[in-house]
């Protein structure tokens, strides 16, 4: 049940969200967790779930109290997430809890996956700890800091994150003589950041073909997302950057059902993995059968359309920047075709077959909740339409 937390209580909760950001990047499938133990008023342990298969954020500010010389028992613990009480790549951290005779448990969020949804804290409250859920801002916060887990716990598909640069003009495309850049060095470096935070990156093979990515998250030390390409032809060319640099991570192609034979088999030998989907939730719900929980679509305006039009996307990131780019060039636009024509080779890999994204998507989305930020000379746009 919620409880009416004190601005001390949401003071801690505040900075156990803070904690829980160090595991960004690193934990997936599993959520992002941070926890704080306080006794007397006074922060005893902190900790995060700092990568997959260590210790739970739970377990680590246990281990950080211990080492200070302080003694949990009677203490109470502050947790972005309600402790698991199910055996996984760790133990269960509600044992953990119980055998430390911690006092009192505050949870800022909810797991919604089968396996704990209430669990962890009934065991605790059946063992003596009093427990009490956060409301307002910081169980707000809570949620969303953990959206890929939450979806894919509630629905077995990936959270979908679009990104998308636009000129002042409505431009997403730059002729084929001109920069292929419109967003600033500041946004593209955002980028980077985004693309090491993702489980998978997609574009369609209109931007493949064009633009020869290589999709990697350009950061030391960064762990590479999958590279996925809708490609319902199988045209990826064996000479791409992608294929040469699978040492660097795997790249998926994504089929259509009527792809040529010689050339899914041609992409295989050379190392793709491929998927055979007749449309983009079934693609979604494979890669959400791999462990992938967030989604990044990246590249190609038509594949953009073809998943509005789906009603798969989740959340956009949009840089609108500074420049008047005029009217779009009349042929071989970089990004592989144009919203509202004929089918794409990115529609034709995922979609129904009956007609452009633009006129058989659903009806206007307005989002949930959006926020605005300069970064560089560009204003970035980010709105949500969906909350899990």
Same mark, same amino acid.
């Given at each position: 049940?919620?409880?009416?937390?004190?601005?001390?209580?949401? #003071?801690?909760?505040?900075?156990?969200?803070?904690?829980?950001?160090?595991? %960004?990047?690193?934990?997936? =499938?599993?959520?992002?967790?941070?926890?704080?133990?306080?006794?007397?008023?006074?922060?005893?342990?902190?900790?995060?779930?700092?990568?997959?298969?260590?210790?739970?954020?739970?377990?680590?500010?246990?281990?950080?109290?211990?080492?200070?010389?302080?003694? =949990?028992?009677?203490? !109470?613990?502050?947790? !972005?997430?309600?402790?698991?009480?199910?055996?996984?790549?760790?133990?269960?951290?509600?044992?953990?809890?119980?055998?430390?005779?911690?006092?009192?448990?505050?949870?800022?969020?909810?797991?919604?996956?089968?396996?704990?949804?209430? %669990?962890?804290?009934?065991?605790?409250?059946?063992?003596?700890?009093?427990? &009490?859920?956060?409301?307002?801002?910081?169980?707000?916060? &809570?949620?969303?800091?953990?959206?890929?887990?939450?979806?894919?716990?509630?629905?077995?598909?990936?959270?979908?994150?679009?990104?998308? &640069?636009?000129?002042?003009?409505?431009? !997403?495309?730059?002729?084929?003589?001109?920069?292929?850049?419109?967003?600033?060095?500041?946004?593209?470096?955002?980028?980077?950041?985004?693309?090491?935070?993702?489980?998978?990156?997609?574009?369609?093979?209109?931007?493949?073909?064009?633009?020869? =990515?290589?999709?990697?998250? %350009?950061?030391?030390?960064? %762990?590479? =997302?999958?590279?996925?390409?809708?490609?319902?032809?199988?045209?990826?060319?064996?000479? +791409?950057?992608? $294929?040469?640099?699978?040492?660097?991570?795997?790249?998926?192609?994504?089929?259509?059902?009527?792809?040529?034979?010689?050339?899914?088999?041609?992409?295989?030998?050379?190392?793709?993995?491929?998927?055979?989907?007749?449309?983009?939730?079934?693609?979604?719900?494979?890669?959400?059968?791999?462990?992938?929980?967030?989604?990044?679509?990246?590249?190609?305006?038509?594949?953009?359309?073809?998943?509005? +039009?789906?009603?798969?996307?989740?959340?956009?990131?949009?840089?609108?920047?500074?420049?008047?780019?005029?009217?779009?060039?009349?042929?071989?636009?970089? #990004?592989?075709?144009?919203?509202?024509?004929?089918?794409?080779?990115?529609? $034709?890999?995922?979609?129904?077959? /009956?007609?452009?994204? &633009?006129?058989?998507?659903?009806?206007?989305?307005?989002?949930?909740?959006?926020?605005?930020?300069?970064? /560089?000379?560009?204003?970035?746009?980010?709105?949500?339409?969906?909350?899990?």
């Amino acid at each position: 049940m919620k409880a009416e937390l004190t601005a001390t209580d949401q #003071a801690h909760l505040r900075r156990a969200l803070e904690l829980a950001e160090g595991g %960004r990047g690193r934990v997936s =499938p599993n959520p992002l967790v941070g926890a704080v133990i306080v006794r007397d008023g006074e922060v005893i342990g902190e900790g995060f779930h700092a990568e997959l298969g260590g210790l739970h954020a739970e377990r680590a500010a246990l281990e950080d109290c211990r080492s200070r010389g302080e003694d =949990p028992a009677g203490a !109470t613990m502050y947790v !972005t997430l309600e402790p698991c009480a199910h055996q996984g790549r760790q133990p269960p951290c509600v044992e953990a809890i119980l055998e430390a005779g911690v006092g009192r448990v505050v949870i800022a969020s909810d797991d919604p996956s089968e396996k704990a949804a209430g %669990r962890g804290p009934g065991i605790l409250r059946d063992g003596g700890v009093e427990v &009490a859920f956060a409301s307002g801002a910081e169980a707000t916060a &809570a949620r969303r800091l953990n959206q890929p887990f939450r979806k894919h716990a509630r629905t077995g598909l990936p959270f979908v994150v679009l990104k998308m &640069a636009m000129s002042l003009d409505g431009q !997403t495309t730059t002729a084929p003589d001109d920069s292929p850049w419109i967003s600033g060095p500041e946004s593209r470096d955002l980028v980077q950041k985004w693309r090491a935070e993702s489980d998978a990156i997609a574009v369609g093979i209109g931007t493949a073909l064009a633009d020869d =990515p290589l999709l990697t998250a %350009r950061i030391e030390g960064a %762990r590479q =997302p999958k590279r996925v390409v809708f490609d319902s032809q199988a045209r990826l060319p064996l000479d +791409s950057q992608l $294929l040469q640099t699978l040492d660097q991570s795997p790249v998926l192609v994504i089929t259509a059902p009527d792809a040529p034979a010689d050339n899914v088999s041609t992409l295989k030998s050379a190392g793709a993995e491929i998927l055979v989907a007749p449309d983009i939730e079934s693609a979604l719900r494979e890669l959400g059968r791999q462990e992938v929980t967030s989604f990044f679509l990246e590249g190609g305006r038509t594949l953009a359309s073809a998943f509005v +039009s789906a009603n798969q996307v989740d959340e956009s990131r949009t840089f609108i920047a500074p420049m008047l780019l005029g009217r779009p060039p009349s042929s071989a636009p970089r #990004a592989g075709g144009t919203v509202g024509g004929a089918m794409s080779e990115e529609a $034709l890999a995922t979609g129904r077959h /009956g007609g452009s994204p &633009a006129v058989t998507g659903p009806a206007r989305q307005v989002a949930l909740w959006s926020s605005t930020k300069t970064i /560089g000379n560009d204003t970035l746009i980010t709105s949500a339409f969906k909350e899990w």
